[in-house]
């Protein structure tokens, strides 16, 4: 499971480092700036276009490792950029077709580059390369160029390339108009452009095929369907696996050359051991060595470098089966996982004081890590556009017998964080005391929120006996009921003087207070600012932050809990009675949690419908018009920072320099001349 920035006002509230005008200069002649040391120098904002923000991340510590942990990280980067090409193919069928097409127009045109048609292909190309293909990361639909057809026609016969067909057409048309579609009357599967199942094939057979299979031991299901795209041939279901001589081998081979080398150079026994099951998982594409290789990675805890690799979460797969390629490079951060170890010791206690139902209480929560990180490197589904917390893996047995790792990616959050500013936090809070609370606790509370959501939020409760895992009894609504079952324990414990028992805050209520400002605030009006006049909420993610809000905003309507009030013009929410809001945020865990463990898929779809799909217009106009003053983009994404190894004469790793890109122009092409690993047919 991935965690996604809670809220963009949030964290932009919380350091008050406003680098808004701080817009990036490309530096043309030099090629890489060099060894950023001091925070002050750092300029974390490097780009902004359409509605994105590019941001810079350091790696604190860096040259306190050890060479050889150095090279361990730099081959585990390694490894995940050689799968890159894998979500520009998975995104869509033509991504890498028309990529090509606009990577060569981009560096070999020479014509007019001061024209608005130029700078409307060039941002074009860009919120391509941010969302690895031509849907919107977030919202799922098919970005509008705008450019006419005619224009790119000049410029393709003039840089002489060649995009015909589909591949040329979609970007102009109708057609595939969104990535993932979870709207069931216009098909899970045909309404979706993401490239996981063949041509006319409809949800129900994919149900059928998967009902079909059976895990050799139930009690241990394989995670069937996760590593192929499924297509008919004559007439029969089949999968075409991604392995090493299958599909998308060949860039599955340049990752496995890259684990060699890492496991080569692990830090232990166990590390190694995960890292040579991944590696046979990549050659076989077995699913029951990557369940092997999933227990022993988890398992392996005592280094201080991690990594996520493979195909794993399944929000991009409208059916929840087929895993999205993405690769996070990981340091320990000790510091800050110190503070964080307090949940994990008390991860029993939470358990036993939920306002869960008894009998979906876990007796005995098993084995939950928690730990904040550096990150080293990203590449496919997590970059440019990053979670900044992962728990895997995502097999509910292996949680349950082995427990999970839970991670929170510390740097990528302060790189946020200082590329924020604080004057939205003013346009859309109630009063003056919210925008103190949350400029005091909100970075706190934050913090402690994406903790609890992890350790406590999601290893809590347990499925009932005999229901199954909840992909299959919730179907669509499984991601969005998980993570806000996750965001609800948070959300009640952090009004709970427990924390400051344990040393987490100097003031339980005024963080609690912080936290519920800014939860509600977002989640009824600053997350509306994403999304175009009209839409629905469609991100996992941002409809439970919508259920969860619009559910106690009801519910609380009759003794004021919440209140809505307009002030010349503009709509504010009032939180007038935290402690009941607490037992209202309660009593929705609870039901979220029965809804799991018991399956109830239409208690889950009727929750997820009624409260966190539509929007109100009026209100989203209002929201979109007070934005307005607020240029600073809704989404940011990251550029990685460069790993250049030096070598010797024998062609050994002598030291490895940390760099940071020009431009994200100039990483984004790097990456596709160097680890163009697939045809533009797959
Ligand atoms: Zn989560």
Redesign the pocket.
């Given at each position: 499971?991935?965690?996604k920035i809670l809220s963009m006002l949030f964290v932009a509230s919380i350091l008050l480092v406003a680098c808004k005008d701080e817009q990036k200069e490309p530096v043309k002649e030099e090629k890489k700036e060099t060894a950023i040391t001091s925070e002050e120098d750092f300029n974390y904002v490097v780009d902004e276009f359409a509605d994105l923000k590019i941001l810079h991340y350091q790696i604190p510590g860096w040259e306190d490792l050890s060479l050889k942990k150095q090279k361990l990280v730099y081959y585990l980067t390694q490894a995940g950029l050689a799968g890159r090409d894998i979500i520009w193919d998975q995104n869509y069928k033509h991504n890498l077709a028309i990529r090509e097409a606009l990577e060569n127009i981009y560096t070999t045109y020479s014509g007019d580059k001061s024209s608005d048609d130029w700078k409307n292909f060039e941002t074009y190309v860009k919120r391509v390369w941010f969302s690895n293909g031509i849907h919107h990361h977030y919202s799922m639909d098919k970005m509008k160029p705008e450019f006419n057809k005619a224009y790119f026609d000049g410029l393709l016969k003039s840089t002489n390339t060649s995009l015909t067909g589909e591949a040329y057409e979609v970007i102009f048309n109708d057609k595939d108009a969104k990535k993932v579609n979870l709207n069931e009357e216009k098909g899970l599967i045909k309404g979706s452009a993401v490239n996981f199942y063949g041509e006319n094939i409809t949800a129900e057979e994919v149900d059928k095929f998967y009902a079909n299979k059976k895990s050799p031991n139930p009690k241990k299901p394989l995670s069937f369907g996760l590593n192929s795209k499924l297509v008919k041939e004559n007439g029969k279901l089949v999968e075409k696996v991604w392995k090493s001589g299958g599909m998308y081998g060949s860039a599955i081979d340049e990752i496995v050359k890259w684990l060699e080398k890492a496991k080569t150079v692990a830090e232990n026994e166990k590390q190694a051991k995960a890292l040579g099951l991944l590696i046979d998982y990549y050659n076989t594409g077995d699913l029951q060595t990557w369940d092997d290789y999933n227990v022993a990675w988890v398992d392996a805890t005592e280094g201080d470098i991690d990594y996520i690799n493979s195909f794993i979460e399944v929000y991009n797969d409208p059916k929840g089966y087929r895993g999205s390629y993405e690769t996070i490079v990981q340091i320990k951060d000790f510091d800050m996982s110190k503070k964080m170890q307090v949940f994990e010791d008390n991860v029993q206690w939470f358990e036993d004081n939920s306002p869960i139902m008894d009998q979906h209480k876990k007796e005995e929560v098993v084995g939950v890590t928690y730990k904040t990180v550096i990150v080293a490197g990203e590449a496919g589904d997590a970059s440019p556009s990053t979670p900044i917390?992962v728990?895997l893996p995502n097999a509910n047995w292996i949680r349950e017998a082995h427990g999970s790792k839970s991670v929170s990616l510390g740097n990528l959050i302060n790189a946020y964080s200082q590329a924020g500013g604080s004057e939205k936090l003013k346009e859309f809070a109630h009063d003056e005391e919210e925008v103190e609370l949350s400029e005091k606790y909100g970075e706190t509370a934050d913090k402690l929120h994406t903790a609890l959501?992890?350790v406590v939020?999601?290893a809590s409760g347990k499925i009932n006996e005999g229901v199954g895992e909840t992909k299959e009894t919730l179907k669509n609504y499984a991601s969005t009921m998980?993570?806000g079952r996750?965001?609800l324990v948070g959300l009640y414990y952090l009004m709970d003087p427990k924390l400051e028992e344990l040393g987490l805050t100097d003031d339980y209520e005024k963080l609690g207070k912080a936290a519920y400002n800014d939860y509600i605030r977002n989640g009824l009006v600053t997350q509306l600012v994403r999304l175009n006049l009209g839409d629905d909420v469609e991100e996992a993610?941002m409809r439970n932050r919508q259920w969860v809000s619009a559910w106690v905003y009801e519910k609380g309507k009759k003794d004021s809990i919440i209140v809505k009030e307009i002030k010349d013009g503009k709509t504010y929410y009032d939180i007038k009675d935290y402690q009941k809001l607490r037992v209202l945020f309660g009593e929705l865990l609870s039901e979220t949690q029965r809804i799991k463990s018991e399956g109830d898929f239409q208690a889950a779809k009727n929750l997820v419908e009624n409260y966190g799909v539509k929007v109100d217009q009026k209100l989203h106009k209002e929201i979109l018009e007070r934005n307005e003053k607020f240029k600073s983009a809704p989404y940011s994404g990251f550029v990685n920072p460069v790993l250049v190894p030096e070598t010797n004469e024998q062609g050994e790793i002598t030291k490895i320099e940390v760099t940071q890109p020009a431009s994200f122009e100039e990483q984004m092409l790097e990456y596709a001349k160097k680890y163009h690993n697939l045809p533009v047919k797959n």
């Open positions: 499971m991935k965690i917390g728990n959501h992890e939020g999601h998980e993570e996750a965001d993610h």
